[in-house]
């Protein structure tokens, strides 16, 4: 009923840059923050950056300064532009939303099936 479908990824050089984008769809009430995490081989699952229904964002120290989110609101949609891309940027990218999908419902969380980024030379 609902769908997150992330596009962008891809291979960058050192120093690169790739732009994500996660578009949600379906039965939507309203959409509380989005964000996106990346999880690489041996590793959890980790938050990089997230961005409310205001736009406040918020960003794993890793990436700050090289990273950007954001989001519109009437597309349903996020972005994340990831600039000065090093090799441990490796990881699939998992977009994620919490929202609601009738008004008397409460928030959930959905996630996108994940893209990679592979960042080498």
């Known amino acids: 009923q609902v769908q997150l479908v992330e596009s962008g990824g891809g291979l960058a050089q050192p120093g690169g840059s790739l732009r994500l984008s996660c578009a949600a769809s379906?039965?939507?009430?309203?959409?509380?923050?989005m964000g996106w995490y990346r999880q690489a081989p041996g590793n959890q699952r980790e938050l990089v950056a997230s961005?409310?229904?205001?736009?406040?964002?918020n960003y794993a120290d890793s990436v700050k300064g090289r990273f950007t989110i954001s989001r519109d609101n009437a597309k349903n949609t996020v972005y994340l532009q990831m600039n000065s891309l090093k090799p441990e940027d490796t990881a699939v990218y998992y977009c994620?939303?919490?929202?609601?999908?009738?008004?008397?419902?409460?928030?959930?969380?959905?996630w996108g099936q994940g893209t990679q980024v592979t960042v080498s030379s």
């Open positions: 994620n939303a919490n929202l609601r999908q009738r008004q008397w419902y409460s928030n959930r969380d959905y």
């Open positions: 961005i409310t229904s205001g736009g406040s964002t």
């Open positions: 379906g039965i939507i009430f309203s959409i509380n923050a």
